[in-house]
């Protein structure tokens, strides 16, 4: 009993030993770099509004034809048909970057849902 108290107090002050260690040791400081130019150019393009109204209404019929054969294949998730919907209503309303995330969400639903029939229904 006496060996393993004095293994158990052993362990104590190596573990207080290294915490004051890890105490008292300063943290690195960074080097300092040199500040990056400042360009003029924009980081990133404007793009078109009429591109992206384009782009909408393309990604608008592809998921209408993702969700229109999962409908028909009767693995259409609620999801996608919701997300369908209100891309329908965001292109309308040209909101052409929700349309283009929506329509793009409820493609990849359909798509998930027609491939999970190639799983069975139950173990």
């Known amino acids: 009993m006496l060996e393993s108290s004095s293994l158990w107090l052993g362990r104590c002050a190596v573990l207080a030993g290294l915490a ?19 360009s003029q150019a924009p980081a990133t393009p404007a793009r078109d509004e009429s591109a992206l109204a384009e782009e909408a ?21 609620l999801k996608a048909w919701e997300d369908l919907v209100a891309a329908r209503r965001a292109v309308a309303s040209s909101d052409n970057a929700a349309a283009i995330a929506l329509a793009r969400d409820a493609s990849d639903l359909a798509q998930l849902g027609l491939e999970q029939l190639a799983y069975p229904a139950v173990k």
């Open 20 to 38: 004051a260690v890890a105490c008292t040791v300063a943290e690195p400081q960074p080097a300092s770099l040199p500040a990056p130019a400042v």
């Open 57 to 77: 209404k393309a990604m608008l019929a592809q998921a209408e034809t993702d969700v229109q054969r999962a409908r028909a294949r009767r693995a259409l998730w």
